[in-house]
Protein backbone atom coordinates (compact mmCIF):
# COMPACT_ATOMS: atom_id res chain seq x y z
CA UNK A 1 0.00 0.00 0.00
CA UNK A 2 1.00 3.45 -0.72
CA UNK A 3 -0.44 5.65 1.65
CA UNK A 4 2.34 7.55 4.02
CA UNK A 5 3.47 5.63 6.63
CA UNK A 6 1.90 8.33 8.94
CA UNK A 7 -1.73 7.62 7.76
CA UNK A 8 -3.01 5.34 10.75
CA UNK A 9 -6.62 3.60 9.59
CA UNK A 10 -8.99 2.64 11.95
CA UNK A 11 -10.87 -0.41 11.34
CA UNK A 12 -14.69 -0.55 12.84
CA UNK A 13 -16.68 -3.13 12.46
CA UNK A 14 -20.96 -3.34 12.59
CA UNK A 15 -23.77 -4.74 11.69
CA UNK A 16 -23.27 -2.78 8.26
CA UNK A 17 -23.37 -4.50 4.54
CA UNK A 18 -20.61 -2.24 2.62
CA UNK A 19 -17.46 -1.01 3.19
CA UNK A 20 -16.98 2.96 3.85
CA UNK A 21 -14.26 5.04 4.17
CA UNK A 22 -14.75 8.43 6.20
CA UNK A 23 -12.18 11.15 7.02
CA UNK A 24 -12.36 12.95 10.61
CA UNK A 25 -11.41 16.38 10.97
CA UNK A 26 -8.33 15.60 12.93
CA UNK A 27 -6.58 13.54 9.59
CA UNK A 28 -7.93 10.29 11.13
CA UNK A 29 -8.91 7.57 8.17
CA UNK A 30 -11.87 5.49 9.49
CA UNK A 31 -12.86 2.30 7.18
CA UNK A 32 -16.22 0.90 8.32
CA UNK A 33 -16.51 -2.66 7.66
CA UNK A 34 -19.32 -5.72 7.79
CA UNK A 35 -18.25 -7.87 11.45
CA UNK A 36 -17.55 -10.91 9.12
CA UNK A 37 -15.50 -9.41 5.85
CA UNK A 38 -12.07 -10.56 5.90
CA UNK A 39 -9.21 -7.88 6.88
CA UNK A 40 -7.84 -8.55 3.38
CA UNK A 41 -10.41 -7.43 1.68
CA UNK A 42 -10.29 -4.11 3.78
CA UNK A 43 -7.05 -3.73 3.02
CA UNK A 44 -7.77 -3.69 -0.63
CA UNK A 45 -10.83 -1.57 -0.58
CA UNK A 46 -8.14 0.81 1.16
CA UNK A 47 -5.56 0.63 -1.42
CA UNK A 48 -8.64 1.00 -4.50
CA UNK A 49 -9.72 4.22 -2.54
CA UNK A 50 -5.80 5.53 -2.37
CA UNK A 51 -6.46 8.87 -4.03
CA UNK A 52 -9.85 9.33 -2.82
CA UNK A 53 -8.19 9.16 0.47
CA UNK A 54 -5.10 11.18 -0.54
CA UNK A 55 -7.33 13.57 -1.60
CA UNK A 56 -9.47 14.34 1.00
CA UNK A 57 -6.90 14.00 4.05
CA UNK A 58 -5.39 17.11 1.77
CA UNK A 59 -8.30 19.39 1.84
CA UNK A 60 -8.56 18.31 5.44
CA UNK A 61 -5.40 19.83 6.15
CA UNK A 62 -6.23 23.30 4.13
CA UNK A 63 -9.11 23.24 5.85
CA UNK A 64 -7.29 23.09 9.07
CA UNK A 65 -4.94 25.57 8.41
CA UNK A 66 -7.16 27.82 7.48
CA UNK A 67 -9.30 27.72 10.70
CA UNK A 68 -5.58 27.82 12.50
CA UNK A 69 -4.88 31.15 10.72
CA UNK A 70 -8.60 32.69 11.47
CA UNK A 71 -8.30 31.67 15.14
CA UNK A 72 -4.75 33.19 15.01
CA UNK A 73 -5.83 36.94 13.26
CA UNK A 74 -6.22 38.95 16.18
CA UNK A 75 -9.49 40.76 17.10
CA UNK A 76 -9.99 44.31 17.02
CA UNK A 77 -9.23 45.96 20.65
CA UNK A 78 -11.41 48.59 21.53
CA UNK A 79 -9.06 51.23 20.28
CA UNK A 80 -9.28 49.87 17.06
CA UNK A 81 -12.97 50.37 16.98
CA UNK A 82 -12.55 53.73 17.97
CA UNK A 83 -9.84 54.76 15.31
CA UNK A 84 -11.90 53.00 12.79
CA UNK A 85 -15.60 54.11 13.86
CA UNK A 86 -13.61 57.77 13.78
CA UNK A 87 -12.83 57.15 10.47
CA UNK A 88 -16.39 55.94 9.57
CA UNK A 89 -17.47 59.89 10.53
CA UNK A 90 -14.73 61.57 8.33
CA UNK A 91 -15.54 59.70 5.52
CA UNK A 92 -18.71 58.77 5.17
CA UNK A 93 -20.77 62.51 5.80
CA UNK A 94 -18.85 62.91 3.21
CA UNK A 95 -19.86 60.72 0.95
CA UNK A 96 -23.49 61.18 1.53
CA UNK A 97 -22.95 64.62 0.64
CA UNK A 98 -21.62 63.92 -2.27
CA UNK A 99 -24.08 61.50 -3.64
CA UNK A 100 -27.34 63.58 -2.35
CA UNK A 101 -25.84 66.34 -4.18
CA UNK A 102 -25.93 64.09 -7.69
CA UNK A 103 -29.10 62.60 -6.79
CA UNK A 104 -30.99 65.65 -5.89
CA UNK A 105 -32.18 64.24 -2.29
CA UNK A 106 -32.12 66.28 1.08
CA UNK A 107 -31.22 63.98 4.24
CA UNK A 108 -31.51 64.30 7.80
CA UNK A 109 -28.94 63.26 10.51
CA UNK A 110 -25.98 61.19 9.99
CA UNK A 111 -25.26 58.50 12.70
CA UNK A 112 -22.52 56.02 12.77
CA UNK A 113 -23.82 52.57 14.73
CA UNK A 114 -22.16 49.27 15.75
CA UNK A 115 -25.08 46.88 14.06
CA UNK A 116 -24.49 43.21 14.24
CA UNK A 117 -27.29 42.95 11.06
CA UNK A 118 -27.69 46.23 9.29
CA UNK A 119 -25.41 47.53 6.90
CA UNK A 120 -27.31 51.00 7.08
CA UNK A 121 -31.01 52.35 6.90
CA UNK A 122 -33.11 55.53 6.23
CA UNK A 123 -35.61 56.78 8.38
CA UNK A 124 -38.97 58.61 7.61
CA UNK A 125 -37.34 61.42 9.06
CA UNK A 126 -34.79 61.00 6.34
CA UNK A 127 -32.29 60.51 9.08
CA UNK A 128 -29.48 58.11 7.97
CA UNK A 129 -27.57 55.58 10.03
CA UNK A 130 -24.87 53.28 8.82
CA UNK A 131 -22.84 50.47 10.26
CA UNK A 132 -18.75 51.65 11.14
CA UNK A 133 -17.73 48.64 9.44
CA UNK A 134 -18.32 49.88 6.85
CA UNK A 135 -15.25 51.75 6.38
CA UNK A 136 -13.42 47.74 6.06
CA UNK A 137 -15.13 47.29 3.05
CA UNK A 138 -14.05 48.09 -0.54
CA UNK A 139 -14.78 51.93 -1.41
CA UNK A 140 -17.32 50.90 -4.17
CA UNK A 141 -18.73 48.37 -1.86
CA UNK A 142 -19.30 51.71 1.07
CA UNK A 143 -20.16 53.70 -1.78
CA UNK A 144 -23.14 51.44 -2.97
CA UNK A 145 -24.71 51.25 0.64
CA UNK A 146 -24.39 54.93 0.48
CA UNK A 147 -26.52 55.46 -2.89
CA UNK A 148 -28.83 52.58 -1.62
CA UNK A 149 -29.86 54.16 1.60
CA UNK A 150 -30.13 57.70 -0.45
CA UNK A 151 -32.00 56.02 -2.69
CA UNK A 152 -34.69 55.16 0.38
CA UNK A 153 -35.14 58.92 0.43
CA UNK A 154 -37.01 58.56 -3.00
CA UNK A 155 -38.25 54.97 -2.61
CA UNK A 156 -38.93 53.89 0.66
CA UNK A 157 -39.11 50.21 -0.06
CA UNK A 158 -37.07 47.60 -2.42
CA UNK A 159 -39.58 47.74 -5.27
CA UNK A 160 -38.44 48.33 -8.98
CA UNK A 161 -38.77 51.51 -8.64
CA UNK A 162 -36.07 51.90 -6.25
CA UNK A 163 -33.50 49.20 -7.68
CA UNK A 164 -33.87 51.34 -10.64
CA UNK A 165 -32.70 54.36 -8.76
CA UNK A 166 -29.65 52.79 -7.18
CA UNK A 167 -29.08 51.90 -11.15
CA UNK A 168 -29.16 55.67 -12.32
CA UNK A 169 -26.55 56.63 -10.17
CA UNK A 170 -24.69 52.98 -10.06
CA UNK A 171 -25.27 50.89 -13.20
CA UNK A 172 -22.65 47.99 -11.65
CA UNK A 173 -24.06 47.86 -7.87
CA UNK A 174 -25.40 44.65 -8.16
CA UNK A 175 -21.54 43.80 -7.82
CA UNK A 176 -20.99 45.68 -5.10
CA UNK A 177 -24.41 44.23 -3.23
CA UNK A 178 -23.28 40.57 -3.88
CA UNK A 179 -19.86 41.69 -2.40
CA UNK A 180 -21.36 42.57 0.97
CA UNK A 181 -23.80 39.31 0.56
CA UNK A 182 -20.72 36.88 0.12
CA UNK A 183 -18.21 38.81 2.21
CA UNK A 184 -19.91 41.36 4.87
CA UNK A 185 -19.50 38.29 7.43
CA UNK A 186 -16.09 38.99 7.27
CA UNK A 187 -16.03 42.34 8.16
Not at 94 to 106: F, L, N, P, Q, W
Not at 122 to 139: D, H, Q, V
Request: hydrophobic share 35%; charged share 30%.
Amino acid sequence: MDLDDKTHIEVIRSKRKTLAIEIRPDMRVVVRAPEKIPQNEIMKFVEEKQNWIKKHLVQMYFKAEEIKKQKKEPALTNADIEKLCQKALSVIPDKVKYYAEIMGVTYGRITIRNQKTRWGSCSSEKNLNFNWKLILAPPEVLDYVVVHELCHLKEMNHSKAFWDEVGKVMPNYETHKLWLKENGWKL
